[in-house]
């Protein structure tokens, strides 16, 4: 396990994007973009039960998530690492408690169904800080 860096910690304070790589039964890339959390440890995407990333990650849980800085997407932090957990208990309380960050509502405002929180040990970071070019 490597520790995100600190200076990357306020990616997770921000509706940051995320880009999220599973891989597909026959081993090509999935790639989607997707809300990010961070738990002082632990990258957490939640997603829908049994869509496509979900399954990917119960057949290889290996994962890479991209998340760039939403006030400069040349700044970003890069983490490959395995799925450690698929937590299903207060996945949708989860949802809610980001839904503020990315949509500035209370709760998730999008459709309902069966969520999981997929948890993800960071074995490999890295990162990018460029300046910002002035305008």
């Known amino acids: ?32 973009p997707t809300w990010i959390d961070f738990d002082g440890e632990n990258l ?47 996945a949708r309380e989860h949802l809610d408690a980001i839904a503020e960050r990315y949509t500035g509502q209370p709760t998730y405002p999008g459709p309902s169904g069966e969520r999981v929180v997929l948890v993800i040990r960071p074995d490999a970071v890295s990162g990018q800080s460029p300046p910002r070019r002035s305008e």
Not at 3 to 30: C, M, N, R, W
Not at 68 to 87: H, I, K, M, Q, T
């Open 44 to 90: 957490l995407v939640n997603t829908i039960r049994d869509n496509r990333k979900d399954r990917n990650v119960r057949d290889d849980p290996r994962i890479t998530v991209a998340v760039a800085d939403p006030e400069n997407p040349y700044r970003y932090l890069s983490v490959r690492g395995e799925v450690v957990e698929r937590r299903e208990e207060n």
């Open 1 to 32: 396990m490597e520790p995100v860096p600190s200076e990357y910690q306020d990616l997770f304070e921000k509706p940051s994007i995320a880009y999220v790589a599973t891989l597909l039964p026959d081993g090509t890339p999935h790639v989607t």
